[in-house]
């Protein structure tokens, strides 16, 4: 392994959480503000995809698309919450987590219905197309660097806009105490669809651009939805830093696992048996990471007291 | 979800009620992958066999059709409801290696026949074949073996190799290292499902390997060559058609233009049966068939040539016939093993564009007369 | 005959309190639609039908076992899957050693892998026992929404691992070539494994209930409604609680080990998170917390899987929504609906 190549898979692991951030980002807010546990978030992944690929492919235009994606995904959740979600709030969380499932299966079929069963296509856009050369002679695909860069901006805004902005106050004190907000005469169910909309939108965005690099199809949002829970949940469930430490985490640990297992198995077993070995442990590498951390942080790394 | 196909569509099912001979009619039940990631390969091979029975145009042929969602227990479920409920004489059409696994053994236990248009897991040619299986397209290793020579032959002597960590995916990469005489500079697995390549994009960039040889069917096929193109590696890529079917390269675009892949089958094929296929199935669907609809079409004529023969309920003399493989296979000389597994040619195709996409264009034969190495195992 | 067996033995030490209520009176006729549906369609000929009401016993027996876990402990697992995937591994993995007449696992000093129910049974339940020992033990320490999300990761670990380990098949999964076998029962026949998972799924039900009338079960509902006051009268809530896991992951275990026999075949779909979410679908269609729950919830699941499947191919955006209708609107579920409100609510 030179270092140039580790340094790429490092890359990979960042862009890998980045992407995983947002998802996690939208989770943990609405978890965090509203204490409710949202299976179906990862439909709004595919929601911007699929959006973001059809208006993409009517007009022609990435970029239009994609903030087509990212804004349609923000109203079918603002919609989702007025219309489901916000029955949900004094539930617990085997009613939120069952109805939540129920709309994975409604949005998973229904677009089904609306799209059919084979992928859509989505291509990078022409003016992140390609490669660049980095520090150590990576050559680095300029799309992925693009959405790690991105990543990073949404971070910051998110942070900003938590720290620094009125309805991030609110956010904030919505999460120290939910009573309390609402007696200061906020207007606590607009807020609440704010929240949520926003999370929609992030993961949105999520699933449209990670779209453009692998494909556009019914059930993509599943296996993100499950690393993000992982994510969450290293994290401390509710806090946006423990969101980003966690997904980084994930991601690189994920990434490397993948490439390094099966050489260190390589040392002492026969290449082909280590290639297998080493992938299936790198699977559950993850997992048992989460499992460790519970272990000694049963709230997480950044637990937020409820 | 279920989906009654008659040969004469509605005409047909008209005469079958008008007609009380249904005793001497024949049914064909189909399971296959209509909807998920993979459907277009259930797809084509449902289009090729139905255009077939639809040529034929016999009314005494009725062909039921199911999706299994490419999910074994589903496939086992509406097999049992096939054979159970309906009684079928025959069953066809499972796309994937473990739904034909789960499915094919007890239904030709309980006395029914099976063709298989696709899957050909190593078991059921070796230890586990049975008289009442037939496979008409390949068994799995065959195309990977010949990519191996192939390769070989064209003086490659370090490639990375990459498939799914699953039992097709082992079987893939074992049947490439077959033939494949030089050495290797990396085997890797990745998930099955799998749609982020980066990492392994970056080792191949890394390992300073002359060739790639990868099988990644359906969807995920086109997340890594796509990814890859964008990559900027410019090591020569090389797999079964499998990774490189008109569906998958059409999604990719000029980025697949070059890349040389084994199949048992080309469009461009010179035989007067294979003329007719593709225009017949050009004309109907406005597409370009693929090896799947190839598979889908031979199936249904070996069946309907069985038929001349025999009724399936004379089950040795259908057996029979169906073994006499006496019919003009799309994709030329084709004849069966002692384990029913195709004796057939590879050849060697090439992505070409062509008006404003890309297409696989023959270029020669890989491997004549190739057999599967399991027909030892077989007891038959 | 086990029929009468169970409920004779419904609560020995209570003889006269097992009365009638309408809650009763449902869960009886939804066990005798099921035995006599069965039969009646044996008697047709159609297996097909026979092989329906089977799933919708062994369904109903997983649903049993997370019920116990769910409804009476209160511990939201979304990870059953494992268990009831495990429980079919062993009858697949049994049945394949036995086939081939290898050790099992491959160990050699074990014994040859069996075709016989019983001891693969055992084997199940033992193995899933263990497994949600552990993992109880792991998930107990955490509450709420991390419970739920680490028993999912669990579940996930398992899969990942069934999925990347090629001599039981893998993503292929594991046919069971000739189903397992019961002393000299013809367990091919499908009235007879029919009534086999039915006697199973009694003796299941007859277990919870004595279980929850013992003082154990007290402790448990104690537990699960006030952990504090359960553990000031000198009872640590966490062992009656990890008690109760355990023996659920063991009843969804043997539901695994039937279903495999059952479909003929085990695979990964088996430990999928969605068939972790579908048995607490049943539970919840059912009725949260009704020892019969689950019995009515797999009986309107498969019949809605078997007649909306028909129907459309989209069934399943219709389940959601039906399923969506129950949270919402009709929380007891069916026996909500039908027997008014729970004991335990």
């Known amino acids: 392994m030179t270092l140039s190549l580790l340094f790429e898979q490092l890359l990979n692991g960042l862009q890998l959480g980045t992407m995983l951030f947002l998802m996690a980002s939208g989770l943990t807010l609405v978890f965090g503000v509203m204490g409710l546990i949202n299976l179906a978030h990862g439909s709004f992944y595919m929601t911007g995809a699929f959006v973001t690929a059809w208006v993409t492919g009517t007009t022609g235009n990435f970029w239009v698309g994609l903030l087509a994606g990212t804004l349609a995904a923000a109203a079918v959740g603002a919609l989702v919450e007025f219309a489901v979600i916000r029955r949900l709030y004094h539930r617990d969380h085997l009613d939120q987590v069952l109805a939540t499932f129920a709309l994975i299966l409604i949005f998973s079929e229904g677009t089904r219905w609306l799209y059919g069963s084979s992928p859509l296509w989505l291509n990078v856009p022409d003016s992140l197309a390609g490669s660049v050369t980095l520090p150590f002679g990576v050559e680095y695909p300029l799309y992925r660097l693009a959405i790690i860069g991105m990543g990073i901006l949404i971070a910051i805004g998110l942070y900003l806009l938590i720290s620094r902005t009125r309805l991030g106050m609110r956010i904030r004190a919505g999460e120290n105490d939910r009573e309390m907000i609402g007696a200061l005469g906020v207007d606590i169910s607009t807020l609440y669809t704010l929240v949520f909309a926003l999370g929609a939108g992030l993961a949105g965005l999520a699933g449209a651009t990670i779209g453009a690099l692998q494909s556009v199809q019914v059930g993509m949002g599943e296996p993100v939805l499950i690393l993000a829970f992982v994510v969450i949940v290293i994290g401390g469930i509710g806090s946006i830093k423990g969101a980003l430490v966690g997904a980084l985490l994930v991601g690189v640990v994920d990434t490397l696992g993948r490439v390094l297992l099966p050489d260190v198995f390589k040392l002492f077993m026969e290449a082909s048996a280590a290639s297998g070995v080493g992938a299936a442990i790198a699977s559950m590498l993850i997992y048992i990471l989460m499992a460790i951390i519970l272990i000694f942080k049963p709230n997480g790394l950044f637990a937020v007291k409820h | 979800m279920k989906k009654v196909m008659n040969a004469g569509l509605g005409l047909l099912m008209a005469t079958a009620i008008a007609a009380p001979t249904q005793a001497e009619n024949v049914k064909i039940g189909m399971i296959t992958t209509l909807s998920g990631g993979g459907a277009h390969l259930g797809v084509d091979a449902r289009d090729g066999f139905m255009l077939a029975i639809e040529q034929a145009g016999r009314d005494d042929v009725e062909v039921l059709i199911q999706d299994d969602a490419q999910k074994p227990d589903v496939a086992k479920s509406l097999a049992d409801e096939f054979v159970q409920r309906e009684n079928v004489d025959i069953m066809t059409g499972i796309i994937w290696s473990n739904l034909a696994m789960a499915v094919i053994p007890s239904v030709v236990r309980q006395g029914t026949f099976y063709l298989s248009v696709n899957a050909g897991p190593s078991d059921l040619a070796g230890r586990l074949c049975h008289e009442n299986y037939f496979n008409v397209a390949w068994q799995n290793n065959s195309l990977h073996e010949a990519m191996g020579e192939y390769m070989s032959t064209e003086g490659f002597e370090n490639a990375f190799i990459l498939a799914p960590n699953y039992p097709a995916g082992t079987d893939a990469l074992e049947g490439f290292k077959a033939r494949y005489t030089g050495e290797l500079a990396n085997e890797v697995y990745t998930q099955l499902g799998q749609t982020d390549y980066a990492a392994e994009i970056a080792q191949i960039r890394a390992s300073g390997a002359d060739s790639v040889f990868y099988f990644l069917p359906g969807g995920m096929g086109i997340a890594f060559m796509k990814q890859y193109a964008g990559s900027g590696v410019d090591i020569p890529v090389y797999g079964p058609a499998f990774s490189f079917d008109e569906i998958i390269i059409g999604a990719i675009g000029d980025a697949a233009i070059g890349v040389r892949n084994t199949s048992q089958w080309a469009y461009d094929l010179d035989n007067a049966a294979n003329q007719t296929f593709v225009s017949s199935f050009r004309e109907k669907h406005g597409r370009t068939p693929t090896l799947y609809a190839s598979q889908g079409y031979d199936t249904a004529r070996l069946i309907l040539a069985a038929l001349e023969v025999a009724h399936p309920d004379d089950k040795d003399a259908f057996r029979e016939a169906l073994r006499a493989a006496d019919f003009d296979s799309v994709r030329g000389d084709f004849r069966f093993g002692t384990n029913h597994h195709p004796i057939q040619d590879i050849y060697v195709r090439e992505i070409v564009a062509s008006g404003d996409g890309v297409t696989n264009q023959l270029v020669g034969v890989a491997v004549e007369d190739m057999q599967d190495v399991y027909v030892d195992q077989c007891s038959m | ?345």
């Open chain 3, 1 to 345: 005959m086990t029929q009468s067996h169970s409920f004779t033995q419904t609560s020995p030490a209570r003889p006269a309190r097992f009365r009638l209520d309408r809650e009763g009176w449902i869960s009886l006729s939804l066990l005798l639609i099921l035995a006599v549906g069965a039969s009646v369609a044996y008697l047709a000929g159609e297996n097909f039908f026979v092989n329906l009401a089977s799933r919708m016993v062994i369904i109903a027996l997983a649903g049993v076992g997370l019920n116990l876990a769910l409804g009476f402990g209160g511990m939201v697992s979304f990870g059953h899957a494992a268990y009831f995937g495990l429980g079919g591994y062993v009858a697949g993995i049994g049945a394949f050693h036995a086939f081939d007449m290898t050790p099992a696992l491959g160990i050699p000093f074990l014994p040859n892998g069996s075709d016989q129910m019983i001891p693969l049974w055992l084997t199940a339940i033992a193995l899933c026992g263990l497994l949600a020992y552990g993992i109880g033990r792991l998930s107990l320490g955490t509450s709420g929404v991390y419970f739920i999300m680490i028993t999912l990761a669990f579940a996930q670990m398992i899969y990942y691992f069934a999925i990347s380990w090629p001599t039981y098949g893998g993503e292929d999964g594991l046919p069971i070539y000739i189903r397992n076998q019961l002393w000299g029962l013809n367990t091919n026949n499908s009235l007879v494994f029919f009534f086999l998972c039915f006697g199973l799924l009694l003796a299941a039900l007859s277990f919870c209930h004595r279980l929850l009338g013992s003082r154990f079960g007290a402790a448990l509902t104690m537990a699960r409604l006030n952990p504090v006051r359960l553990a000031t009268s000198g009872v640590e809530p966490r062992p009656i609680k990890l008690v109760a896991f355990v023996i659920s992951g063991m009843i969804t275990g043997l539901a695994g080990a039937l279903f495999a026999d059952l479909n003929g075949f085990v695979g990964t779909s088996m430990l999928d998170w969605h068939r972790s979410g579908e048995i607490m679908v049943i539970v919840i269609l059912g009725g949260v917390g009704r020892l019969y729950g689950p019995v009515a919830g797999a009986m309107l699941f498969v019949a809605m899987e078997f007649w909306l499947g028909g129907l459309t191919e989209y069934w399943q955006f219709f389940l959601g929504l039906v399923l969506l209708a129950v949270v919402l609107f009709a929380r007891g579920g069916v026996f909500g609906l039908l027997a008014g409100r729970s004991r335990h609510e």
